[in-house]
């Protein structure tokens, strides 16, 4: 029988930093398995021995599964270990877990993205998925924001090679610009941006991933433009300590996060007890 | 089903001594002012006439588990190694219902290699309850006194007797070279009559149906507060957020995970052990986040999750053992939650 708690173990490759607390790590497996096959909005359990196991979303293109790559900011004790790491070093990781970002109800229509701070990471399988078939939604307009401009992760990506995909926008905003910092894009927090929103409510399905605070505030604002609550789906983030459906830390009123979640559409949501993006 | 036996009273030493011979047998004996499941000895430290343990037999189970060993960045799962099997001997109905909801529960989406091994290293001798305690209310939920699956062998105290019903090959297997006298029909009434007597003493009962919904539905209610902040149910003060209800509660499932470094720090072992929704570190994230920060969503987590509506649904509801009631320092009695959520 199959230790569903032993991970796989995986080698960093690569270590690319994104800010000043954000690094995108790249994991090759030791064992002989093909890499790792998921479904956008899935996470995996890192282990760093000696410190524990985290889940972290994945944020890797789902079409070339040879390696994994997760975008990871130091906020605790497994990613302030793994931040000591370097090219070479072995974790442990096991997954994927939870489920998906409903991306094959999306095709043939229009995909709304709305991002804060890092929740980056686990769209970004999405923008990848888009960039490599982008005549499945019909236009992909992604809203991102974070605290200032060095706090926005894949900014490269975002101005040179994700805004050139066909029918494809990115809005970008900051809440506050630092003193001779230069900014093009909008101020203000990442609802500031819906006033440009060109994707049109009746159809489109919204992907939220951000602060539960963040979270809350832009369902409040998508419902006001007629966006559907059973097509705004938001990622929950818990910590986890088992991502098997069993340990219980993460469980929402009936629902485990790691298990019935991550991806929760707002419909769902809003009847479940112990978070905040509730917004009535 | 194989035709039920007797056992003589005086003949309850042997038995036990014969299964001692397959078997490390754990029963509940007397301390200073509870019962606790012990290894046996000898039969005269059993007392069959247990309400309650005040820690259930979840302990055999699931307490605290090493799930692997590392030793720098690489890293093992523990070798299996054969144990003696162990005997649960006298366990009562709500305790048995309990283990089965946990044997679905750990079987779930993932099997839980480490539940299951114990579990599988084990084997059960059921007892028919006929000593109801004042906290007990499992006749309500239909977990009790009565049992009829689960177990290997099935005892019921007939006065100078057991009667002993088989409830699977290995139950068979312990009394085959037994000679042991066929139970008759008055054996199997006397037993109706036990459970009819037992029937009679309950002091508490619960009704289930709907509760899961209830709880869900009206998160603001009022109950809340009054276990959560401030006191006043039935008499009851504010939870303290000891978490005495879960690690007494059989059904009670919540586990953390740690690495625990030897002092080299180079190796250690990753364990799991109990944890409790009750506990402020619980709902905690990163950046000092937590989600049930305040206690009256902790109290509301614990109840909902025990009238079947958190994550683990029937497989973590309530047994109707009681042990909350007795081992809560505030006196808040699940019972009385429930009624007040039901408006009576």
Sequence with gaps: ?280 | MKPAKKLMKEELGQFVDHLSKEYLVYGPVARRSDFSFQEIDSAEDLRFDYTTTTIPPKKFFHHRQTLLRYSGEDYSELESTLEKRFLLLGVHSCDLNAILRHDRLFTRQFHDPYYLKLRRNSAIVALICTHIGNSCFCASLGTGPTIREGFDLLLTDLGNEYLIEVGSSEGQRMIEELNLQKANSSDLEKKEERVKLALTQFVKSMKMDGLNQLALKYLDHEVWSLIGEKGGLAGCFACLSCGNCSLVCPTCYCFEVADIPELSLNQGVRIRELDSCQLLEYAEVALGGNFRRDRKARVRQWMTCKFGGAGGGFDSSCVGCGRCINACPSHIDITEVAKSLRGE
């Design chain 1, 1 to 280: 029988m199959e230790n569903p708690y032993i991970p796989r173990k995986a080698v960093i490759t690569n270590i690319e930093d994104e800010t000043y607390d954000t690094k995108t790590f790249t994991f090759e497996f030791k064992d002989c398995q093909k890499g790792i096959e998921f479904k956008p909005g899935q996470f995996v359990m890192l282990s760093i021995f000696g410190y524990g196991e985290a889940a972290i979303s994945i944020a890797s293109d789902m079409d070339d599964p040879s390696h994994l790559e997760l975008t990871v900011r130091k906020v605790g004790d497994v990613t302030g270990a793994l931040f000591s790491l370097k090219e070479g070093d072995q974790v442990g990781i096991r997954g994927p877990y939870g489920n998906s970002w409903p991306v094959s109800d999306a095709e043939g229509k229009q995909l709304l993205l709305v991002i804060g701070g890092c929740g980056c990471g686990t769209l970004r399988p999405v923008i990848l998925y888009h960039r490599n078939n982008p005549k499945k939604f019909k236009s992909m307009e992604v809203l991102y924001g974070a605290r200032t401009p060095g706090d926005i992760i894949y900014k490269k990506y975002h101005e040179e090679e994700w805004s050139k995909i066909p029918n494809t926008r990115i809005l970008l905003s900051v809440d506050r610009v630092p003193e001779n910092t230069y900014w093009k894009h909008e101020v203000g927090v990442v609802t500031t941006l819906f006033e440009d929103i060109k994707t049109n409510p009746e159809e489109a399905l919204v992907f939220i991933c951000g602060p539960e605070i963040m979270m809350k505030y832009s369902v409040i604002g998508l419902l006001k433009l007629g966006f559907n609550p059973d097509r705004i789906f938001c990622s929950m983030e818990r910590r986890m300590r088992c991502g098997l459906g069993l340990c219980g830390h993460c469980q929402l009123g009936s629902k485990y996060v790691c298990k019935d979640g991550p991806i929760f559409s707002y419909t769902e949501l809003k009847h479940l007890p112990d978070h905040i993006v509730r917004s009535d």
